[in-house]
């Protein structure tokens, strides 16, 4: 999710007109008749934007409600939310609210201007090199969250992110210490397993006109270890991992071990390989080399760990000295 919001607010009954450079997520003058609340909070550019009304000393369930957007009317009815899209990062939509209760005529107005505040979760967990995906939220680990922001004039003059003001929330509580100018990012622990951690992020301008915000919540996966056979010419073949069973037609056959998703932020996790039942290596390799001429199987194991965190297994069953198949003329 990415957003943003810039808001001026004005009133065309006994009050001023007010500019106000903050959320509007529940906004209201005291002692105005109404008050506008728009979901969500920091709009994405080109999002959907829920506008409401609430009670005040007016009966909104009685009245009557026409709104205007960008001078064009979108709606007349009876009072209720109403959603519109909101334009490119920087434009500004202008929206005029008139409530008509017992003959008198109550308007509020509401600029709102979207910016582009995007959160990128970096989980600190083990994957392998080169590995196109992205690693999953570890267990016992830590995630660093960074926040891409491009706070964008009406003019469409972008500001140096490292001006911005960055303030962090985590589950609902404000990290004042990792909060400030040019924090653009935050590392966090884990939630345990089966919970959620919510992290938002309200980003400012220097001159505090222009305000955005996003948020995200994770998750953290158990970790997991895959097997592949690493071919002296081919290198590690990613392309298919190994389960169940494994036959080692050669003279030596070599197996790769990654594991995925344990966390990372006390070093490298540890690998251990069994044969049967035995420890045989430790290391993310293991080389393999039947000896005699009988056909055979065993049994391979290894265990993926890091720290206190849970660990990683996975068994093959080896199959050794059994004899390939032919080709078509027999050879």
């Known amino acids: 999710m990415r957003s943003g919001l810039f808001i001026t607010l004005a009133t065309t009954l006994l009050l001023p007109l007010v500019a106000l450079a903050q959320s509007i997520g529940g906004l209201g003058i005291s002692g105005s008749p109404f008050t506008i609340s728009a ?10 934007v829920t506008v409401s009304v609430l009670s005040g000393s007016v009966n ?8 205007v957007v960008n001078g064009k009317e979108i709606y007349s ?3 209720r939310p109403f959603s519109f899209a909101l334009g490119k990062a920087g434009s500004v939509t202008n929206v005029k609210i008139t409530i008509s209760s017992g003959g008198t005529n109550y ?11 995007v959160l990128v979760a970096e989980p600190i967990s083990s994957a392998p090199p080169l590995y196109p995906g992205k690693s999953l939220v570890p267990i016992d680990g830590d995630v660093r969250v960074v926040a891409v922001a491009h706070l964008r ?3 469409g003059i972008v500001s140096s992110p490292t001006t911005y003001s960055y303030a962090w929330t985590v589950d609902g509580t404000k990290i004042a210490n990792s909060s400030g100018i040019g924090k653009s990012a ?4 884990s939630p345990l397993q089966y919970r959620t951690r919510d992290v938002s992020v309200v980003v400012t301008s220097q001159n505090k006109n222009l305000v955005g915000g996003a948020s995200l919540s994770f998750t953290a ?5 895959r097997v592949y056979e690493n071919d002296h010419l081919l290198g590690i073949l990613y392309d298919h991992a ?5 036959s080692i037609n050669k003279t030596e056959a070599t197996l790769y071990a990654a594991p995925f998703s344990l966390p990372t932020t006390g070093g490298a996790p540890f690998i251990q390989w069994f044969l049967n039942g035995a420890s045989a290596q430790t290391g993310n390799s293991i080389t393999l080399r039947p000896t005699g001429s009988g056909e055979g199987t065993a049994s391979l194991s290894l265990v993926a760990s890091s720290g206190e965190s849970a660990p990683a297994t996975l068994n093959l069953s080896l199959i050794f000295g059994a004899t390939s198949g032919t080709n078509l003329f027999g050879l």
């Open 242 to 246: 190994l389960s169940d069973s494994y």
């Open 107 to 117: 308007t509020q107005a509401l600029s709102i201007q979207p910016q582009d505040v």
């Open 77 to 79: 009815g009876s009072a």
């Open 221 to 225: 996966m158990e970790p997991s270890v």
């Open 186 to 189: 935050i590392v966090v622990a």
């Open 153 to 155: 004039s009406v003019s």
């Open 39 to 48: 979901s969500p909070q920091y709009p994405a550019p080109y999002s959907q």
């Open 60 to 67: 909104i369930t009685s009245s009557t409600m026409k709104a």
